[in-house]
């Protein structure tokens, strides 16, 4: 027992950039003791035969018997892989060709030779995954050039030929295509007649290579049922070339290589393989997200669904390969710490899984398995030691190491990694969430991959006796509620700071079915079960976030705004995104890319990309002072207050009433530090395919979908603004964006000023006749107080009233009021009178609201029906006329108030049912 127990006592220096030695790794044996200590338990039962082969020096024999043990050993639970799916990865991947992320994904192989030749190839999946381009490269690195036609040569034009599901058929040629040369990287090529596809060479690329790019425009067309690309080419000789599907648009007439960010490398034939470093031109998370192996799922389910040895000899053979390389480049522990933690936690993640499958192939030898024994224990050293990275980071460095520590009990040192891992993860909630529960990296992306590796963890855990303490759990359910109440109402995220479109409800439902929160599980299930959440509307003071939302149905409005910061947020403080009937109306326009693309670095670091103003040209600064100073919730409208003084030029106050039948006014306030002109421009972002238009006059903006919900933006003073529909960029995934159009309102003035904005979503096409008019306020300014007269068409007629300082009575166009906010609108639906903070509202002399004391909320609904609704806090019902509100309701034959029908009594046109309490 005291020798099996020597190398618990004995340890060696830590490698340098080099190899992890035999000794290092097995422990030597010398004069009947441990001279050096193994990085192996020989306690565990079944090691007894390695050990003795260690004992005797011979180290080729105790890999043998290392593998024989792990071969024989019981199955442990490997958890999952990262990516059980990756297009290509089972025929690209062996040869190393590899392609990051979804900026281009691999369709097929097409063959033409020297005999001019036209193929077609189906192409479905691609263009209702959303990418309308396509990307051409050579397949095997030979001397073979091929060209295609394109879509400026006469004849054998590119051509993408659409199905729809209504039954008809369209066929469309290329908007752009081009190609790129690496011999000639400043070079356009966007005028010539042919495509040309090349590669030769060892590397990522050479002088040789040249890749072809192809775009369609595919806005406002029908669902598509099928799609075919044909393209018409001949080559020297027989050359294969792969096709990809490609999200990313451009203008062919500036394309080149050197401002092409690629996506795809090719090492095809050389003997080096992956050299596992950062390609020229690449973007820049290629070199963290190739060594995280994503391809190590389909490379292994291939294996174990088909038993071919091919795919166990190409994943062994690139995890050894990697090894090697990667053992040399990082002096702390080489395959175990290289490139960053994160890119090592997410390897060990996959490779997990995948030598559980592969333990057993013939491919895997004594040395390999030695070598990726040896890269395991040495990450698993790193994880415990590192704090490298943000939140998720460490999170998924301490999930990873706790997986090590089941999976691997022979590690000497596997009880300290579970140990730490465990201890790590019951504080990390308080770390990475504010005390509202909001997550601290600013991205919905984030947090969901955050709460969803949670659930991930505490179900691994649970299969092997441990849980989360209550506390835990109560954080978790906290960070789950906030992802609930941010989620749009069709389920998807609103997709702030760096982050792209995802469903949520999976990890909704999964958080709610973990913790047992029935709120949770009803919005992840669309409603399929659990129980509705019993609020709509929410504010996270502490995240600096609010969400006004009208309910919890697909069809529902919502509005988020948000002065939230991190280290993957935006300069995008007091934006809004809006979302109604079905549709983000209003989106945060992406993130595209973490590289230094020019579309990517507006997106991300640029206020104008955002629904917000931008002051003087300069994005925003996010470590000035701001807050959402207020948030007024009612069930008939929510009213929100913030501002920040991100803008180094002013004070941006932003003020929004939101009414839950779908319609927001916007009011921004902005006082400048300091004299002189500065420029304030407002912009209101749309999708790719939304068609927006600007009308003469109103400078209103309308979007133009081809089906489904549109929205008008309207300024109040179109004297005032400069308007126009700008060039932006909506990147709605990762790794692919489409140019965009956004409306812009400059104003260039000394001193305060204001922008009042009317946002009103339609089921349909927007209404034309949709106009604001500002309305003269008695004592005031527009800076003091602001009213507005609103034509909203087909819907109606309303008036709104806010504000800004004092509470003081007003008149504005028919009506006298003495308190902070006001709307009233009257349609086809009846008449709704909004207020707050105030006691009487009058309309040409005559009582609307008048009661005894303050209001802080009230909404007043009369339909026509006769049902009058009034829902405010604070109220009580009464029909004492001395304490009682009296509301103008002449029609109302019912009283509801707060959802409870109450009796009422009437004088004259006036009803008294409810007081402040």
Known sequence: MLLLGAPLLVTVSPAEARPLSDRSFFGEWKNGAWVAGSRLSYTEPGLTAMQNAVKAGDHALAKRRLLEYFRTRPPISAGTFSHPDWPGAVELTADHIWTLAGGEVYIDTLTVGPAETTVTTDVTSSVTGGRSGFFLMSRYKDAVVANFHSRSKGEGKPTLRLTFTDGSAKTLVPTDDTHIWAGHPGNVYGDKYLLRVADQGKGPFTA??????????????????????????????????????????????????????????????????????????????????????????????????????????????????????????????????????????????????????????????????????????????????????????????????????????????????????????????????????????????????????????????????????????????????????????????????????????????????????????????????????????????????????????????????????????????????????????????????????????????????????????????????????????????????????ASAGALHERSILALHSGLWLVSDRLKPKSGGAHRYEQNWHFASDAEPSLRSGSKAAATAFGTGANITVVPADPGQVSASLRAGYHAPYMYQVQDAKYASYVKTVTGGTTFDTLLLPSTGAADPSVAVKRLPVSGATPFEATALNLNLGARGEGVYYKSWNKQASRSFGPYDYDGKMFYTETGAAGQTVVMMSGTSIEHDGATLVKSPVEVPDLAVRVGTDGTGRIDGSGLTASTDQARAIAIAAPGATKVVLNGTQVPFTRDGALIYAAAVA
Do not use: C
């Open 208 to 645: 040789a290579t040249s890749k072809a790019y192809l775009q369609f425009d595919l806005d406002g067309l029908p669902k598509v049922k099928k799609a075919e690309l044909t393209l018409t080419g001949k080559a020297d000789a027989r050359k294969q070339v792969m096709l990809f599907g490609n999200g990313e648009s451009f203008d062919e007439d500036t394309r080149t290589w050197n401002n092409t960010v690629q996506y795809t490398y090719s090492w095809q034939g050389d003997p080096d393989g992956f050299d596992w470093k950062q390609p020229a031109g690449a973007d820049k998370e290629y070199y963290v997200q190739l060594p995280r192996f994503y391809f190590a799922g389909p490379l292994a389910a291939a294996y174990q669904r088909t038993g071919d040895e091919k795919h166990a000899r190409a994943l062994i053979g690139i995890m050894t390969d990697f090894i090697k390389d990667a053992d040399a480049y990082d002096s702390d522990e080489g395959a175990g710490s290289y490139p960053n933690s994160l890119s090592v936690a997410r390897r060990i993640q996959n490779w997990i899984p995948a030598y559980e499958i592969l333990r057993k192939s013939p491919s895997l030898t004594p040395e390999a398995n030695a070598e990726i024994l040896k890269a395991f224990n040495r990450a698993g050293l790193h994880l415990q030691e590192s704090t490298q990275g943000a939140p998720n980071w460490r999170q998924t460095q301490k999930v990873v190491l706790l997986h090590l520590a089941v999976y691997f009990p022979e590690f000497r040192v596997a009880d300290k990694w579970r140990a730490d891992a465990l201890g790590f993860l019951e504080g990390q909630l308080d770390d990475s969430t504010y005390p509202d529960g909001g997550y601290w990296e600013a991205t919905d992306g984030y947090a969901r991959g955050y709460a969803s590796q949670y659930v991930d963890i505490a179900l691994f855990m649970r299969q092997h006796g441990i849980e989360f303490s209550s506390a835990t759990k109560g954080k978790l359910r906290k960070l789950a509620r906030f992802l609930m109440d941010q989620t749009f109402p069709s389920g998807y995220n609103a997709m702030y700071g760096d982050s792209d479109t995802k469903d949520m409800r999976s990890t909704l439902r999964r958080l709610g079915e973990l913790l047992g929160d029935q709120e949770l599980i009803y919005v992840g299930t669309s409603g399929g079960s659990g129980r509705k959440p019993a609020h709509t509307s929410s504010l996270y003071p502490d995240t600096r976030v609010a969400v006004s939302r009208s309910g919890w149905h697909a069809q529902d409005s919502y509005l988020r705004l948000n002065i939230d910061r991190g280290n993957h947020s935006h300069p995008d403080e007091l934006a809004v995104t809006v979302y109604a009937h079905g549709r983000p109306l209003l989106p945060d326009m992406g993130t595209f890319t973490y590289s230094q693309d020019p579309r990517a670095e507006w997106l991300r670091k640029s206020t104008e990309a955002h629904n917000t103003i931008e002051i003087d040209n300069k994005a925003q600064d996010s470590k000035a002072p701001g807050a959402i100073t207020h948030m007024v919730t009612n069930p008939v409208f929510d009213r929100i207050g913030a501002h920040s003084e």
